[in-house]
Nanobody, 123 residues
Framework: QVELVESGGGLVQPGGSLKLSCLMS????????IGWVRQAPGKEREGGLC????????YYTDSMKGRFIISRDNAKNEVYLWLTDLKPEDTAVYYC????????????????WGQGTQVTVSS
């Protein structure tokens, strides 16, 4: 099974930026789609955004468009999420996850998640 470990979370001021990383190990397939999802306390999990092996991106959460950028480095088995213009409502635990369907479909179907990394946006 694929194992994923997120890092890079922390405390940032509104309007600031942050870079999250997801390191994959185990049964890694470069053909799998990888997504970043988030969940704030007391709220439902948001689908976030997804990237496939052809570097094509699908946004499931509209508020991330224009501010969050996902990328991947297959040689390093790493996926990244650049967070810019952060707002307090972006405060959440961010998870990377695999979609074994290999593509970013209309709706996500993530099968394996990391433990998550906390992002807190506050002044």
């Amino acid at each position: 099974q694929v194992e994923l470990v997120e890092s890079g979370g922390g405390l940032v001021q509104p309007g600031g930026s942050l870079k999250l990383s997801c390191l994959m190990s185990g049964a890694v397939s470069q053909n799998h789609a990888i997504g970043w999802v988030r969940q704030a306390p007391g709220k439902e999990r948001e689908g976030g955004l997804c990237i496939n092996n052809a570097y094509e991106v699908k946004y499931y959460t509209d508020s991330m468009k224009g501010r969050f950028i996902i990328s991947r480095d297959n040689a390093k088995n790493e996926v990244y999420l650049w967070l810019t213009d952060l707002k307090p409502e972006d405060t959440a635990v961010y998870y990377c996850a695999t979609d074994l369907r290999r593509l970013c479909w209309a709706t996500p179907d993530y099968s394996t998640w990391g433990q998550g990394t906390q992002v807190t946006v506050s002044s």
